[in-house]
Each structure stands twice: as structure tokens, then as C-alpha cells.
């Protein structure tokens, strides 16, 4: 019941805000038609509470009815109780999932050609009957929908709310004027808890006299496209299935299999169609969906923007939402690399580079980063340097293995221990996975040196294979069961872990090795530079391309079996008397099952990937272990990719998804840009990639963008400039202002408009992918363009242009070669 309380909570939040009429408070006189149809939703959706009600009621009724069948103690009655339990508990939990805002939409329906009716309760035609329409052009509306979240029958089975992924739902997104089918208005609801705020319609069949009870039909706004786009955006995504269009429709409904690529421009609404698609083909085949869907966003910010879409349409759990610099568990990127070093850490290069470095970190001749040499000549390894760091015992030697066994002395020398080394590298297992190969090839040798082959070969000749396996087996167990035996399998073959090879890296002597006829001496440099950050252990701060790495380092090495999960200890007595179903438990947060599901899956059914012309060769690899039978989603735009090298990821990107077929779509309008700053960012376009068309913005605002210089262009003239404009925006928007600088100005900025309130964000220009906000301050253009290389600094620069959805400031410094009307060079004619 706690959903009612909410859902009562938000109502009354609602009322003191004093959003929109209420049932029963006239408007204006001007607005009294849309009062009243304001009236006319309230109604039904009252009805609609109260039938969820019912509904729960229900259930919490079959729950304690389940309970009492439990006090008869048979076995049958035991069954008959959990499996009760466990469907009224399922209904009963999703029902108070879905209680809050979820009814959205209504389609008011021509007759259709025939009268069959669906499951819903809706009628399945599609086309309107022959005699639908009069013949003057008057019609009368047959039947009614409303969609929303889930489906809500009446006692009578009559749909008062479809559900927005059933059949009978898709007109409400699929109806144009060019092709209306049956619909004849769309009406978007606009409500808060129990209260309805607002109504908006389109009409898509206007050349029809329609009636709706005998009474004409009423059309209320301005379309419902236009007043979703015009209101204020906040930092967590919108929920747009009532807006969803009509080319992207078909996306979102496309067949699951094989790959299916999205592309698109700024504001074609890439990243909401990728989420509502993971929600309708869950909804479409949940079984086999089971086994989850990942979506991967480039970003945190971006992942914070979208996480709330697909919980508030009804699949929660079933969905991860993931940035790429979270993929790999326990690891989180926090820190950036330049672009030089972006560009080494993301080519395919770099398999080979990890290839040599995961078994390079065994070989006892490499330098470590530190250490003494030990007696005898032997270096110190990577993992005797960790041990003398941690202040633990002295690290066993690894250049030297002895032995005793049988009464003998047995030792290897450095020699056959390299040469052993080498034969167990030989193979193309995960380095941790040959570790008992390992044990194994240093008993033979041990075996060879003992002597005891000859009396073995001995009994084999006599015919006594028996005696001569048990005189190996005593052996083996003689020398296994030796504390210095395993202390010296341990160290000359210990467990690697990624960061610990990331961190071996780090060292430029080393890493020379590795990088040998793959890398230039310079980019080296640059890498093992970048990768001290992580520090001697590798748990200091990572980038998202430092996570890449992590990942192929784990494939490189395999990863050790985890722990099995502890569980509670079995009671009879609760089998007995059912208590364990019936005690209640504290239900899972959000959070808490995302990081569960997490934890356990390794691969998914299926990938969504977002903001794909971003990815590198090495990033295609990491999300392509994890949909290795996955059905895809790739949704893109080639205009705004910071990748300088598209073949190499094209290359990649077809590797991860491989020889699967491919079924492509493009969406072609703008809903977020006025045709004002659209027409702006296209300057940016035409110079970047001049053969790529801008999609077609829908709408106009008469308002242009605001071009301002920093006088003097000193740190202190800029800081003011920014600032200024941000307060400006702030008293003209109602929503927020996104200030977009570039990557090494980002924390600057921050500094800046700190204190300017919660409506602000300050951001570095490639953090701003995929982010919308209702004004921009686009902080010096020309330091964003080269801030990467040529044709990425200009993709960077228009997805910066592109984030605004109602005004749009540029300030500008002398670098920016502005024109005596403040315009830059860059954004000129």
C-alpha cells in the first residue's frame, strides 16, 4: 500500500504548486474547453484508481488466504500455498510498482473493418470500416483507448488502460496525418500521481467532422509534439513514450534478431529509442530476454541522465544500464587521458602489447619496477617487489628450485626453469589456467633428475605398470606435500590479476619489451607515464580506456573462481511450517539488484550500444565478450565521433558483432535543437564531415543564438563573461543550463559558476555527448576544435553546439578570431 501513499503524496504536491486546473476549478474562460477536458481524464483516471485498488486488494487477500492453507500441513495444501503465494506476490508487486503516473495517452478510433477483439479487451482492426466515414465528411468515434504503463481491465474486462507495448497500443505512435489508419486524435496526458495536469492533442484526421458522444470532438493545444519539446528539461531524462514518433516507432518494434544500427543526428532521440526498445523486447519475449540487457552508455553523466526511463516503464531489474568505464566489476573510471595517449590505449595495437605483457609478468628475468637483485643473480620479480613493499617475509627466490625427495637433493637451475617457463607458455590457455601445467612440467623435470625413472622403467618391463604409477605417485606426493615447493610454485607462478600486469606496465624498461616493433619509443613513453597513476598495486585511478585494458587483461590471464555465495542454513522447521515464504523480508533496492545481476552475468541476451561512433577497436572488444550470443542494438552518428581512425574501429566493430545480419535504420528530425541553433551547428558540420546532412529540425523559437566576447581575453574577462551569461539564462529558462568547455578547461569552468545553484551544469566537451539541457554557454569554440585532432576537434565542437533545446550562448576569446559582431571564425559563413 505504500505505492497509494505515494501516489496520494504526489497529488498533493501537485495541488500546492498549483500546476494546471484541478478537477472541478474552472480555468480562465479563455481555457475552458481544456478545463474540461482536463475533467474529463481526471474522471477517468479516478475510475482507474480505484480498479488498482481493487486489484491489490485482491492479491494482498489471495496472499493471506495462502497463509491459512499453509496451517493445514498436507503436502498438497504446502504446494497449493507457495504456488499461491508466489503469483499473488508477483501481481501484487508489480501492481505497486506501476501505481505512480503511468496512464499517458488516449486515441479516440474510427469503426475498423472488423469487429474481433485482441486480449486487451481492444478491437484488432487496423484500417477503418468502408462505411467508417459519412459522405460529408463526418464520422463518429467507436471506441476509445487509453495507454499507459501496464493494462488495466474493468469487472468487466473491458480495457480502461492498454498497455503501451501491446498491439493495440502502437497507433498512439504510429498515427500521421499521412497515414492516420483509424485515428482521429491523439491526446498526450500530462498528470502527477492521482492528478491530471494537462491534455494535448493532434489531430490526425482534420478534413473530418468528428463526433465523441454525439458531441463534437474537441482538439486541445497546439500538438502534442510541439509541448513536450517546449518544456523545461531537468537532469534526469524525460520519459518520452508519449512522444515518440513515428520513425522511431518502427525502430523500437523492429524483429530482435541479428544486429539491428540506428543512426541519426543530434536530437533525433537515438538514446531514448535505445532504451524503449529494451523495454519492448522484454516485453515481446521475456524468456528470452532472461538473461538480461546490458546497455552501455559512453559516460556516468550519461548513465545518471537515462537510469530513471526504464523503471518508470515497468523493467526494472531486467535492464543494466552501464557506462563504459563501469563494465569491468570492481573498477570505475575516474581520471582522463589526453588525447595522444587516448589514441595508443584504444587501438587494436594493443592486444599484442597485453598479449606479451600477461606473460611477460612471469618471466623472473624481467626487471621489476623496483627491488634489489637477489643472491645468486636472480632479479627480484614483480610479485617479490610487492612483498617487500608490504612489509611481509622475505620473497622466495625464483631462480632456483630445490627439493628433496626419495632421500636426494633435487634442484633446477635458472636454465631448465626458463626453459619450462617457456614450454608451458607455449599453449594459448589464460595464463592463470596453466599454473597446473606448470606444477606438473616442474615435477617431471624434478622426477628426471631423481633417479627413480630407471627402477620405474624397471617394473614397467617386468609388467607391473601398477607399481611403477604408485612409485610416480609417491613421488609427486612427496614433493607437493613440501612447504618450499609450493612457497616456490607461488612465487615463480603466482595468480596474476590485471592491475597488477597494468601496473608492471608502468615501467618503461619493461614495457619496452612488449611494445617492441607495436609502439614508437615516444609512445612508450607516453603510455607508461600514463599508467603510473594506477600506482605499485593498480588500484589507483583509471580512464575508461585503462578499464578496456583491464578487461582484455582478464580474458589474457582468466579469472580465478569466485567464492560460492554463503547461504542461510536450511531449517526443517520452516520447511515444516512454511514460515521462511511468510516471514517478511526487506525487498531489494534498485540499486542493490543492478549490482546483484551485475555481479553474476557475464554475457548478456542482449546489447544496446549507445553513442557507438565513439567507441575504440579495444572498447568493441570489451562489450563484444559480453553479447557473444547476444542479439544487438547499435545506435550512432558518425558526425560526432571522437575516434580519429574509423576503419580500425569499423574493423573492430564487425568483430564484436560479427558475421550476424545487419537491418538498418536512420532517423531524420531534430525534436531538440530550434531550427535556429540547428542552423548554427550546421556550419560546424559542413566543415567537419561535408558530405553528412543534419536532420531536419521541426520547430522554431525566433530566438538566435547570443554570441558575447571576454574583452581582453585575460582568465579573469572570461570567468565574468561566463558567468554573466549563465545568470542571464538562468533568469530566462525555466529548466537547466548546461556551460560546455573544453576537456582541460572543464574544472576551471566548474570553479566559475559554482554557487549559481543546482540548475547548472558544468561540463568538458566530451562529456557532453547524449546530454540535453534548455540553454548552453559554449565556452570558446576554438579551443574545443583543438582540443583533438582536425576532423574530431570540429565532431567534438558540434555535438557541443547541439545541446540546447531552447537558447544558445557563445563566448568567445581572441583565439576564437570573433568578427565585430562577436561571431567566431569557426561558426561563420
Known amino acids: 500500500m505504500a505505492a497509494q501513499d505515494a501516489a496520494v503524496d504526489s497529488a498533493g504536491g501537485a495541488a500546492e504548486s498549483g500546476t494546471g486546473p484541478g478537477p472541478g476549478v474552472p480555468g480562465p474562460a479563455d481555457d475552458s474547453a481544456r478545463a474540461r477536458e482536463i475533467d474529463v481524464e481526471q474522471h477517468h483516471l479516478d475510475r482507474v484508481y480505484r480498479r488498482l485498488e481493487e486489484k491489490i486488494h485482491e492479491a494482498e487477500f489471495l496472499m493471506a488466504d495462502a497463509a491459512k492453507r499453509g496451517q493445514v500441513g498436507t503436502p498438497g495444501a504446502l504446494a497449493e500455498r507457495d504456488a499461491q503465494v508466489y503469483r499473488a506476490g508477483v501481481h501484487l508487486s508489480r501492481l505497486n510498482n506501476e501505481f505512480e503516473d503511468f496512464l499517458f495517452g488516449r486515441i479516440d478510433l474510427l469503426a475498423g473493418k472488423d469487429g474481433k477483439k485482441g486480449p486487451d479487451g481492444a478491437y484488432t482492426s487496423v484500417e477503418p470500416a468502408d462505411d467508417a466515414v459519412r459522405p460529408d465528411a463526418s464520422a463518429d468515434i467507436a471506441e476509445t483507448l487509453h495507454i499507459g504503463r501496464i493494462g488495466v481491465l474493468d469487472a468487466d474486462?473491458?480495457?480502461?488502460?492498454?498497455?503501451?507495448?501491446?498491439?493495440?497500443?502502437?497507433?498512439?505512435?504510429?498515427?500521421?496525418?499521412?497515414?492516420?489508419?483509424?485515428?482521429?486524435?491523439?491526446?498526450?496526458?500530462?498528470?502527477?500521481?492521482?492528478?491530471?495536469?494537462?491534455?494535448?492533442?493532434?489531430?490526425?484526421?482534420?478534413?473530418?467532422?468528428?463526433?465523441?458522444?454525439?458531441?463534437?470532438?474537441p482538439v486541445i493545444g497546439d500538438g502534442a509534439l510541439m509541448a513536450a519539446l517546449g518544456q523545461a528539461r531537468g537532469h534526469t531524462m524525460r520519459d518520452i513514450v508519449a512522444s515518440i514518433q513515428a520513425e522511431q516507432d518502427v525502430v523500437i518494434r523492429a524483429p530482435a534478431a541479428s544486429v539491428t544500427e540506428v543512426s541519426g543526428g543530434p536530437g533525433t532521440g537515438k538514446t531514448a529509442v535505445a532504451l524503449h526498445r529494451a523495454a519492448y523486447l522484454l516485453y515481446q519475449d521475456r524468456r528470452r530476454y532472461a538473461g538480461g540487457i546490458l546497455v552501455v552508455s559512453p559516460t556516468p553523466l550519461l548513465v545518471a541522465y537515462t537510469e530513471g526511463v526504464l523503471p518508470s516503464l515497468g523493467e526494472e531489474g531486467q535492464v543494466a544500464v552501464r557506462a563504459l568505464g563501469s563494465l569491468v566489476e570492481g573498477a570505475e573510471a575516474t581520471a582522463y587521458d589526453d588525447p595522444a595517449v587516448a589514441r595508443i590505449k584504444g587501438s587494436e595495437r594493443m592486444t599484442r602489447v597485453l598479449r606479451k605483457a600477461a606473460r611477460g609478468a612471469l618471466d623472473s628475468g624481467a626487471p621489476a619496477s623496483a627491488g634489489p637483485a637477489r643472491p645468486g643473480g636472480g632479479q627480484a620479480t614483480l610479485d617479490d617487489a610487492a612483498d617487500e613493499e608490504s612489509g611481509g617475509a622475505p620473497a622466495v627466490r625464483t631462480d632456483r628450485l630445490r627439493v628433496v625427495a626419495f632421500g636426494r637433493r633435487l634442484e633446477?637451475?635458472?636454465?631448465?626453469?626458463?626453459?619450462?617457463?617457456?614450454?608451458?607458455?607455449?599453449?594459448?590457455?589464460?595464463?592463470?589456467?596453466?599454473?597446473?601445467?606448470?606444477?606438473?612440467?616442474?615435477?617431471?623435470?624434478?622426477?628426471?633428475?631423481?633417479?627413480?625413472?630407471?627402477?620405474?622403467?624397471?617394473?614397467?618391463?617386468?609388467?607391473?605398470?601398477?607399481?611403477?604409477?604408485?612409485?610416480?605417485?609417491?613421488?609427486?606426493?612427496?614433493?607437493?606435500?613440501?612447504?618450499?615447493?609450493?612457497?616456490?610454485?607461488?612465487?615463480?607462478?603466482?595468480?596474476l590479476t590485471p592491475r597488477r600486469v597494468l601496473a608492471a606496465m608502468a615501467d618503461e624498461r619493461r614495457l619496452s619489451r612488449w611494445t617492441r616493433r607495436v609502439l614508437t619509443p615516444g609512445e612508450t613513453r607516453r603510455l607508461a607515464r600514463s599508467l603510473r597513476r594506477a600506482g605499485r598495486d593498480g588500484t589507483g585511478p583509471l580512464s575508461v580506456h585503462d578499464v578496456a585494458l583491464l578487461d582484455e587483461l582478464d580474458a589474457l590471464l582468466g579469472t580465478p573462481p569466485r567464492p560460492a555465495r554463503t547461504r542461510r542454513e536450511f531449517d526443517p522447521l520452516d520447511a515444516l511450517t512454511g514460515l521462511e515464504e511468510l516471514m517478511p523480508q526487506r525487498e531489494e533496492t534498485q540499486r542493490e539488484r543492478a549490482e546483484r545481476l551485475a555481479a553474476e552475468r557475464t554475457e548478456y541476451a542482449h546489447v544496446i550500444v549507445d553513442e557507438a561512433q565513439d567507441l575504440t577497436p579495444m572498447q568493441w572488444r570489451m562489450?563484444?565478450?559480453?553479447?557473444?550470443?547476444?542479439?544487438?542494438?547499435?545506435?550512432?552518428?558518425?558526425?560526432?565521433?571522437?575516434?580519429?581512425?574509423?576503419?580500425?574501429?569499423?574493423?573492430?566493430?564487425?568483430?564484436?558483432?560479427?558475421?550476424?545480419?545487419?537491418?538498418?535504420?536512420?532517423?531524420?528530425?531534430?525534436?531538440?535543437?530550434?531550427?535556429?541553433?540547428?542552423?548554427?551547428?550546421?556550419?560546424?558540420?559542413?566543415?567537419?564531415?561535408?558530405?553528412?546532412?543534419?536532420?531536419?529540425?521541426?520547430?522554431?523559437?525566433?530566438v538566435r543564438p547570443r554570441f558575447r566576447v571576454a574583452a581582453g581575453g585575460s582568465g579573469a574577462a572570461l570567468a565574468d563573461a561566463v558567468r554573466e551569461e549563465t545568470r542571464?539564462?538562468?533568469?530566462?529558462?525555466?529548466?537547466?543550463?548546461?556551460?560546455?568547455?573544453?576537456?582541460?578547461?572543464?574544472?576551471?569552468?566548474?570553479?566559475?559558476?559554482?554557487?549559481?545553484?543546482?540548475?547548472?551544469?558544468?561540463?568538458?566537451?566530451?562529456?557532453?555527448?547524449?546530454?540535453?539541457?534548455?540553454?548552453?554557454?559554449?565556452?570558446?569554440?576554438?579551443?574545443?576544435?583543438?582540443?583533438?585532432?582536425?576532423?574530431?576537434?570540429?565532431?567534438?565542437?558540434?555535438?557541443?553546439?547541439?545541446?540546447?533545446?531552447?537558447?544558445?550562448?557563445?563566448?568567445s576569446t581572441p583565439k576564437d578570431e570573433p568578427d565585430a559582431d562577436g561571431v567566431p571564425d569557426l561558426l561563420r559563413d
Not at 617457463?421 to 599454473?435: E, F, H, I, K, Y
Not at 540535453?772 to 576532423?791: F, H, N
Open 728 to 811: 542571464r539564462l538562468l533568469d530566462t529558462v525555466d529548466g537547466t543550463v548546461g556551460v560546455v568547455a573544453s576537456m582541460d578547461r572543464r574544472a576551471e569552468v566548474a570553479r566559475w559558476v559554482a554557487g549559481l545553484g543546482g540548475r547548472v551544469v558544468a561540463l568538458g566537451s566530451l562529456e557532453a555527448k547524449g546530454l540535453e539541457y534548455d540553454a548552453t554557454v559554449l565556452v570558446s569554440p576554438a579551443e574545443i576544435a583543438d582540443g583533438q585532432a582536425a576532423s574530431v576537434g570540429l565532431r567534438t565542437l558540434y555535438v557541443a553546439l547541439t545541446r540546447a533545446t531552447q537558447q544558445l550562448t557563445v563566448v
Open 157 to 217: 474486462y473491458s480495457p480502461l488502460v492498454i498497455d503501451w507495448r501491446a498491439p493495440a497500443a502502437a497507433p498512439f505512435y504510429r498515427s500521421t496525418p499521412v497515414d492516420p489508419g483509424r485515428v482521429v486524435r491523439r491526446r498526450v496526458i500530462r498528470s502527477k500521481g492521482r492528478r491530471v495536469l494537462g491534455v494535448e492533442d493532434d489531430l490526425m484526421r482534420p478534413e473530418l467532422t468528428a463526433a465523441l458522444d454525439g458531441a463534437p470532438l
Open 623 to 702: 562489450i563484444g565478450r559480453r553479447g557473444r550470443t547476444a542479439t544487438w542494438t547499435v545506435v550512432g552518428d558518425p558526425a560526432q565521433s571522437s575516434w580519429p581512425d574509423e576503419e580500425e574501429a569499423a574493423a573492430a566493430r564487425d568483430e564484436a558483432l560479427g558475421r550476424r545480419q545487419r537491418r538498418r535504420f536512420t532517423l531524420t528530425v531534430n525534436y531538440r535543437n530550434p531550427a535556429e541553433i540547428a542552423e548554427l551547428a550546421a556550419k560546424v558540420l559542413a566543415l567537419a564531415m561535408p558530405s553528412a546532412e543534419s536532420p531536419r529540425a521541426v520547430r522554431s523559437t525566433g
Open 412 to 495: 633446477l637451475d635458472a636454465d631448465e626453469l626458463h626453459r619450462i617457463r617457456q614450454a608451458v607458455l607455449g599453449g594459448t590457455a589464460p595464463v592463470n589456467m596453466l599454473r597446473p601445467r606448470a606444477r606438473r612440467l616442474l615435477l617431471d623435470a624434478l622426477w628426471a633428475r631423481s633417479g627413480a625413472t630407471a627402477r620405474a622403467d624397471e617394473y614397467r618391463s617386468q609388467g607391473d605398470a601398477e607399481l611403477a604409477a604408485e612409485l610416480r605417485g609417491g613421488f609427486d606426493e612427496d614433493v607437493s606435500s613440501e612447504d618450499a615447493f609450493q612457497a616456490f610454485l607461488d612465487a615463480w607462478w603466482p595468480e
